[in-house]
């Protein structure tokens, strides 16, 4: 008997333990855990960013008018100089020669038209006595015309002598940095040489291309048209002086879609050199009562744009949204969305439309801005 209420024993200790792992194995897993922010609401500045060059306001090409020697260079490279500054000298010594034989060629004009001056004189009166022909009369003023006209001629040639001496030295035609010079001393330069470049940096010109929707809204929004303008340089500075908008270009690039625009910034000590790249950055518009999430919220797939948001009985719903621009860490959502609710950040991938989740903050800098 006792062998039987054993064995008996045994069989509903094992009957017991089957049940509890069938149970066990039946019962559901738990809501997988999410990291949710709520979605935030109020005006918003939409703010557009382009990539720009800076560029001179003047950018003066600095060639020589007169071929020969580069004797010096009477600046220094990159610093600032002021219009008609010498930059350059080449020798001057073929050029002083030439001024003086102009010179002497134009003393010996002046003496040929003294002499046809006193031969007209003295001729004259002889000719009214019939003392000599009126043809000798004609022959001496048509020396003096020849005289007083190869006198005027040469003297033009000593005042180009004079401009050839002068542009020896070789000056700046505008205030602003001068370059680095392209040629050495000893080299021999002409017009087609360009020694440097000097350009005028104060203001500073940036240009940067417009798309052409971007274009027309500037066109037709004078808020636009009058937004000042921030430069962001390549450390993530921001110039401390704020600029404007100048002119458009003529055109849009067909192969672009953009129209290139002009904008200037004061430049105070030249610290934006041309040449450099920076962000230029404007206030297109104010958002009235935007919706915002952080962009980690907002899912693609095929162009549909997709959030999950956890109603307050912690079940998720996958929603299309339709977004609007980014903005820093976060994004704006123009339909589909309403502020206050909760929305996955962390953990989408696990999240089944209509079925419960486990939510949890995310971290301060999920949410922030």
Known sequence: MKRVGIATLFVLSGLAAGCRKSEAAKAPPPPPGVYVTTAIQHDEPVVREWIGTAEGDVNAEIRPKVEGYLLRRSY???????????????DPRQF???????????????????KANRDVARFEPLAAQHAISQQELD?????????NASFGALRAAVEQARLNLSWTRVTSPVSGVAGIANAQVGNLVNPQSVLTTVSDVDPIRVEFPMSEQEYLRYQNDAAIRNAPLDLVLADGSVFPHKGRIAMSGRDVNVGTGTITVIGTFPNPGNR?????????????????????????????????????????????????????????????I?????????????????????ERVTPKPAPASEGAK
């Open 76 to 90: 220094v490279e990159g610093n600032y100089v002021r219009q008609g500054d010498v930059l350059f000298e080449i």
């Open 96 to 114: 002083q020669s030439l001024l003086r034989q102009a010179e002497a060629n134009l003393a010996q004009a002046s003496a040929s038209v003294a």
């Open 139 to 147: 022959n001496a003023r048509s020396s003096q015309e020849a005289a």
């Open 272 to 332: 934006i050199r041309p040449g450099q790249y920076a962000k230029v950055r404007a206030v297109m518009e104010v958002r009235r009562g935007a919706i915002l999430i952080p962009q980690r919220a907002v899912n693609e797939l095929q162009g549909i744009y997709q959030v999950a948001v956890v109603g307050p009985d912690d079940v998720a719903e996958v929603r299309a949204v339709k977004v609007g621009a980014r903005l820093g860490t976060m994004w704006m």
């Open 334 to 354: 123009d339909e589909g969305l309403r502020a206050g609710e909760r929305v996955v950040v962390e953990g989408f991938s696990r999240v089944k439309d209509g």
